[in-house]
């Protein structure tokens, strides 16, 4: 038997990050085909930390029996109202997975005839209450069934989840990706002094000999994504300005493609103009140099070819200098860690950065990507050895300085009132 197994009994799930660490979520389960779907979703939560209680519509039996979910959630389940009083929720979410047309429909309408019903009566307004409506496009369409989900989307704290159109049906996305959004929803919800806004560059860019063939630094975009998604997770709103990469984004991010150095500025600067950032993000592998002109159509490849070369502007330079958090990234062939520290102290104070994450090209491989991280304020240098560790130490840091603003904005506030209207006009 291997270590790994010998750590996990049956119920037991890995972890894959602590967003939702120490929060309590009550799920409710109605009785739709997308229920089969649910004992994951139940696992997938427990695996950021969620303790997970279950609760069952009557007819979601017919579907999936309940030892199931208590085998997927480790507790028993609510089916039916009884004296220990089960159906008042004492949860951090509600969350109600799959939601049909009849269940909201009573829920929205106050109703309470079964043990689940009347758990998401007991919590409606005060917490929140995160809905996965599934059904056929037709039912969807019905205007009595728009009419109750405006209702529901009324009441403080209630947010309806994203859904996964295919087959003229409203069907449940992937679990890892309902769960991606509850991280978000719940930490949006209760951690809004250390939260913020993200503007994050990402990728390659291209510049075209001809227009076939192109020169690029290398990027897969990976550390780019992993750092948005974990940001995403603990309540962040990342905007991502991303070049080539062959990633698969959740729809509801908000992603700009871009192909060229030159496409990034202005696509940067609408959404800077757009949003107050708490902190900008330099992750992209920007070029160094660009070719100076680009030939109509194909080269012929029978003799040789030179071309020209001329360096590029420096965005991270002039792009945002006004966001509160700048981050940049930089990728140097360092002799030694002690001479990476140096340089990415230079890059620092070269790019007015708060944070600079130094990559020694030496050290990089397909299983290790090990980084510096230097904070600027504090002097300070940081270890990770892969991505995971880089998210989780820009995350910390970047939630303490985002939370250090915003305790001195509300005190300059304070010391330095705005003068009322009336004020004004007797001066």
């Known amino acids: ?61 017919n579907f999936v029996s309940p030892l199931c979910f208590e085998w997927a959630s480790g507790h028993g389940v609510l089916g039916e109202l009884s004296g220990a009083a089960e159906h008042l929720s ?29 758990l998401i009566q007991s919590v409606l307004g005060r917490r929140p209450v995160l809905v996965q409506p599934s059904m056929h496009s ?59 806004r993200l503007l994050l560059l990402m990728g390659p860019t291209r510049s075209y000999l001809d227009d076939v063939r192109y020169i690029s630094n290398y990027s897969s975009g990976r550390t780019g994504f992993a750092i948005a998604d974990h940001f995403y997770r603990w309540g962040w709103t990342p905007d991502i300005v991303s070049g080539p990469v062959s990633i698969n984004f959740p729809e509801i991010w908000s992603v700009g493609h871009v192909e060229n150095i030159n496409e990034i500025e202005p696509v940067a600067g609408e959404l800077l103009k757009k949003h107050k950032y708490h902190g900008i993000i330099f992750a992209a592998a920007l070029l160094d140099f660009e070719v100076t002109s680009q030939i109509e159509g194909k080269r012929n490849s029978k003799s040789s070819w030179a071309f020209e070369l001329k360096p590029t502007r420096k965005l991270i330079q002039h792009l945002g200098k006004d966001v509160p958090i700048r981050v940049g990234f930089k990728l140097e062939f360092a002799r030694d860690s002690v001479s990476l520290t140096r340089l990415i102290k230079e890059a620092a104070d070269k790019n007015q950065c708060e944070i600079v994450v130094g990559n020694n090209l030496e050290d990089i491989n397909e ?16 270890e990770a050895r892969n991505n995971q560790e880089l998210s989780d130490i820009l995350v910390s840091t970047m939630e303490s300085l985002t939370g250090r603003n915003k305790k001195s904005q509300k005190r300059n506030a304070a010391d330095n009132p705005k003068p009322s209207s009336s004020a004004i006009s007797e001066a």
């Open 1 to 61: 038997m291997s270590d790994r197994n010998q750590h996990l009994d049956d119920r037991a799930v890995a972890s894959l990050g602590t967003q939702l660490k120490g929060r309590r979520i009550d799920l409710v389960v109605s009785a739709g085909i997308a229920c089969l779907e649910t004992p994951k979703l139940v696992r997938e939560l427990r695996r950021y930390g969620a303790e997970v209680r279950v609760a069952l519509t009557p007819k979601v039996t």
């Open 90 to 118: 004492h949860a951090d979410a509600v969350v109600i997975a799959p939601c049909t047309l009849d269940f909201l429909s009573k829920i929205s309408t106050g109703l309470a005839d079964s043990a689940a019903a009347t």
């Open 367 to 382: 299983t290790n990507h090990p980084v510096q991280i230097y904070i600027r304020s504090e002097g300070r240098i940081m």
């Open 138 to 196: 037709s039912l969807e369409e019905n205007p009595i069934y728009q009419k109750n989900l405006r209702t529901l989307m009324e009441l403080p704290f209630v947010k309806i989840l994203s859904a996964r159109e295919e087959e003229s049906k409203r069907k449940v996305p992937d679990v890892r990706e309902t769960a991606r959004e509850i991280c978000h929803l719940i930490n949006q919800h209760y951690r809004k002094d250390k939260i913020g």
